[in-house]
């Protein structure tokens, strides 16, 4: 074999140090590529459950402003008789009748419809009739209607199949938008309900993407495919739908809340979206980078049916041109790092090279000359070990014996070797295997073998290597063995495995492996129990310290071996938890406990040990260790405060959002330990009662019972929502768990939607059902205390010809001009209120007749006093009104009503601007 220079073993050492040095700097890059990728689209996940979450608080939003409007008597009536003049005129847009309910519908809704636009951001209001979808009044665009949207607004066609509201986003004639669609009904006086149509409210994405960009720092777009958009939207009103590309993504730009967006459409470079995967992308543009985050965006049809396609998609972007700035010079100083490493290496190597090299040649010239020395050693130590060797040469059929041969078999060193004078001294019961073992050792096997000898009488045992040399045909050409008198150490293994037969028996009985490790030679012993741990048959492979190494997880190879080094250099226990690999390519827990048994001075020559299978303990640690960490996880998560205390009332653990609201100069981690009792009343004063806090605290503690949806007002004017729970284990208590939540949002909504549903919307007053339920609560009062109350029932004189002549923009002026009027001169707590159209009402509790007639008549003569302006339009208004008194004998408000509309009755036949009572003769009781 050709030896290679100094110099190419050199050039060759360089080459491969470099070519490790540059796959492992390929590693470290697509190592951090990974880490900067897997941070981008965790990021993207959590922008696109932030725009979910958003879209649905708006749907949610638009569901609660058309079921307000569709809760307004008027309105129902109003599109009830629309529907009527529809369908008696033909259907499709209808006729005169239709127009004139239309318009009357629209005059009714259009101060409201004004006041949605400017606080809630409404985009459409829109009356449909089913079956299907055909529009009768959209509010947003009143001049188109009768068109029926069958097979494009699906929504509409559900909410008019099975009268269910609905929401979602879907794309219409003229507008794209999210929707919230209920059903309207009528309901007769006899209570019977009959069903009119769907009422939509409808709006733009684009106040909630601003808000979005606010909350989160990031611009959001809204793009719809354009074949979706032209499918469904007239012409005309393309462009209210956002410009559009269409050699780019061809798609329209919904909406945005930066411009950034539309340079990237005309330029085709936004990134393709596929299926319903979240997109991270990262773009390059005009020297920034921008982090990209694309999904699709499915309309009502898509939500109900998720196989079908997306009809258009959301994009988010964030400028990372800092963050990816720092990641490129960061990958610039690793390489830099690397390169200087990589030259420091290469001149450590050559310098190691050149050294190797004068030590390897000192040490082959002192061995050659040591070998001389053993050589004559050797001869003197066969004598000492008791070890005599023989030779074959099988080509002069001769056998020679040594001396330390001839002593052991007690023969002559005369007496002629020979294989038959062989087998005469071996043992009469080993005789057939020893000739068999070289029978065998003839045809290609090894020869190794343990049999007995029988010299003098004396039966000795004795082990017998050698080593066979065969030409090219396989005949036997030269043999050169040993033969070693091995009796005492014989005697002594017998004994050694008796007992330790004995001991694995007693073993076996725990089901733990054994080992044995002679460390001198590197042997190491596996009883049957330790092969079966792993899946394999006893004795399956030979095992070594190499092997126990290599039978070791990656990451237990250092902790365990290092580990093993200890004790055998400060002579303690051996204790430790690894991985073996099993026959399966498994991996089985085991722990290994091992002791130093024999000593040679201070160098250890034996440890003995054992294997436990402690899979069981292991896999009950990692389901613990996960429960842990997904308990952590939902906390930190979790949309509220949580505080959990022992029995003790010790703080176990809480969250950040505890702090932020009850304690903010605290930690979860400060926190842990607290009495929670003290952190409690450090937080009494945030409340605006704390004296009420402080004692439903004591309660819930002393009564240990649950309580949820407790309410707090806190001092800052914010609402909290708490929730205790008690936690048992049987009958033991074990603690409690608080959660807080700020429900001040909530509250703020409940309160304007509230008064939105007790007010008419055009004059501000109570509405009728509001109304009905106050003159309800007076009777209650009147029944219990016999307090007197009046009740006044007035209509506005003509108001017809009013509107016939000058507009309902003049009409409704008149309402609120009177309504203003009344309002200014009533009691606080009389209460007026408007029924329907033209007709109002008021409940004048603690007032007898008497005081009623005269209130009526100052109302009277000062609303004929005082004529309605409206730019250069005077008009003259004068009222007629009926009175009333509540009585004992009425069971609703209807009664009372019923009479003072009576009287109202006669004051218009006895010819208006005027007030008539309608009282009984029995007094109050």
């Known amino acids: 074999m050709r030896r290679l220079s100094f110099p190419v073993v050199a050039t060759l050492a360089s080459i491969l140090l470099a070519l490790i040095y540059a796959a492992f700097g390929v590693l470290l890059w697509q190592h951090d590529r990974e880490e900067l990728d897997q941070a981008l689209a965790n990021e993207s996940s959590a922008l696109r459950t932030t725009f979910e979450v958003a879209l649905s608080d708006l749907q949610q939003q638009m569901l609660t402003l058309a079921s307000m409007v569709a809760a307004d008597p008027q309105v129902r009536s109003l599109f009830q008789r629309g529907k009527d003049a529809v369908d008696a005129e033909g259907g499709g847009p209808g006729g005169e009748r239709a127009a004139q309910w239309r318009d009357a519908l629209y005059r009714h809704v259009a101060p409201a419809w004004s006041d949605m636009q400017k606080q809630y951001g409404l985009r459409q209001l829109h009356f449909q009739f089913g079956p299907g979808s055909l529009s009768y009044l959209r ?15 699906h929504i509409i066609e559900d909410v008019n199949r099975d009268h269910e509201a609905r929401v979602g986003f879907e794309t219409g004639r003229i507008y794209s938008g999210v929707r919230g669609v209920v059903p309207v009904w009528a309901t007769a006086d006899d209570g019977a309900r009959s069903y009119i149509g769907a009422l939509e409210a409808g709006t733009s994405f ?155 040649l000192q040490r082959i010239d002192e061995a050659t000359a040591a070998l001389r020395v053993s050589e004559d050693m050797l001869r003197r130590a066969q004598s000492v070990a008791r070890l005599g060797s023989w030779e074959v040469d099988a080509r002069n059929k001769r056998l020679e014996w040594s001396a330390e041969t001839y002593r052991i078999f007690g023969l002559p060193p005369d007496t002629p070797a020979d294989y038959p004078t062989f087998l005469e001294h071996v043992h009469p019961d080993d005789r057939a295997e020893v000739d068999a073992a070289w029978r065998a050792a003839l045809a290609g096997a090894p ?100 092997t126990w190494q290599n039978l070791l997880h990656p990451d237990d190879l250092q902790p365990a071996t290092e580990s093993v080094r200890r004790q055998l250099a400060r002579g303690e226990v051996f204790v430790a938890e690894f991985r073996y690999r099993c026959a399966d390519g498994g991996w089985l827990w085991v722990q290994s406990r091992g002791k130093v048994v024999q000593w040679n001075g201070k160098e250890p020559v034996r440890m003995v040990g054992t294997h436990t299978d402690i899979s069981a303990r292991k896999r009950a640690e990692e389901a613990l260790l996960t429960a842990r960490a997904r308990l952590a996880t939902v906390i930190e998560n979790f949309h509220g405060g949580i505080l959990l205390e022992d029995e003790q009332r010790k703080v176990l653990l809480t969250n950040q959002t505890f702090c932020d609201l009850l304690a903010p100069f605290d930690t979860p981690e400060t926190l842990t330990g607290a009495p929670s009792a003290e952190v409690l009343d450090r937080a009494t004063g945030r409340f605006a009662a704390p004296q009420q806090f402080s004692e439903s605290t004591a309660r ?25 729970l008690p936690i048992l284990d049987g009958e033991r208590f074990l603690g409690h768990l608080w959660l807080y939540r700020d429900i001040t949002e909530r509250k703020t909504r409940e309160r304007e939607l509230h008064r939105l549903a007790t007010t008419d919307l055009l004059t501000g007053l109570p509405n009728r059902r509001h109304f009905l339920e106050r003159v309800d609560q007076e009777l209650g009062r009147f029944r219990r205390f016999g307090t007197p109350a009046a009740l006044l029932m007035v209509d506005i004189d003509h108001f017809k010809q009013v509107n016939d002549r000058h507009g309902h923009a003049t009409g ?28 109002f009402a008021a409940l004048l509790p603690g007032t007898d007749a008497d005081g009623a007639r005269l209130l009526a008549e100052r109302l009277r003569l000062k609303v004929a006093g005082t004529p309605c302006e409206l730019g250069e339009t005077r008009v003259k208004v004068t009222i007629s009104i009926g009175i009333t008194l509540l009585h004992p004998g009425d069971t609703g408000s209807d009664l009372p009503l019923a009479r003072a509309d009576a009287a109202l009755y006669r004051a218009k036949e006895a010819g208006r601007n005027r007030v008539e009572a309608e009282l009984l003769l029995s007094a109050p009781a």
């Open 812 to 839: 409704d002026a008149v309402l609120r001009h009177f309504a203003d009027i009344a309002g200014s001169g009533l009691r606080r707590i009389d209460l007026l209120g408007r029924l329907g159209g033209e007709e």
């Open 139 to 153: 509010v947003h665009t009143p001049q188109k209607f009768g068109d029926r949207m069958d097979g494009l607004r």
């Open 700 to 724: 819930l503690l002393e009564r240990r019972e649950a309580r949820v949806g407790e309410e707090l007002l806190m001092s800052d004017g914010r609402a909290l929502e708490r929730d205790c």
């Open 206 to 360: 684009d106040t909630q993407l601003e808000r979005l960009d606010r909350q989160v720092g990031a611009g959001f777009a809204v793009l719809l495919k354009q074949e979706h958009v032209e499918d469904a939207v007239w012409n005309q009103f393309r462009p209210l739908n956002g410009p559009h590309e269409e050699q780019g993504c061809k798609c329209y730009l919904e909406a945005a809340s930066r411009d950034e967006v539309r340079a990237w459409m005309a330029a085709a470079a936004l990134p393709r979206l596929q299926a319903a995967e979240t997109l991270s992308h990262v773009l390059r543009w005009e020297g920034k980078d921008w982090h990209l985050t694309r999904f699709p965006l499915r309309d009502y049809l898509g939500s109900v049916d998720p196989a079908r396609a997306a009809v258009g998609s959301v994009l988010v972007w964030r400028d990372k041109t800092a963050v990816l700035a720092t990641w490129r010079d960061h990958q610039r100083v690793t390489a830099a790092m690397l390169f200087g490493a990589y030259l420091l290496s290469q001149g450590l190597l050559l310098w190691l090279l050149r050294t190797t090299r004068r030590g390897l």
């Open 447 to 546: 020869y190794d073998i343990e049999h007995r000898i029988v010299v003098n009488g004396e039966t000795r045992w004795v082990h017998e290597m050698a080593e066979l040399v065969r030409d090219e045909h396989g005949r036997l050409v030269s043999a050169l063995g040993t033969v070693q008198d091995v009796t005492a150490l014989k005697c002594v293994e017998l004994e050694l495995r008796a007992s330790e037969e004995r001991y694995r028996s007693t073993f076996a009985a725990v089901e733990d492996g054994l080992w044995d490790w002679h460390i001198p030679t590197n042997a190491v012993f596996w009883d049957e129990r330790s092969f079966h741990m792993l899946g394999h048959p006893a004795e399956a492979f030979p095992v070594t310290f190499e």
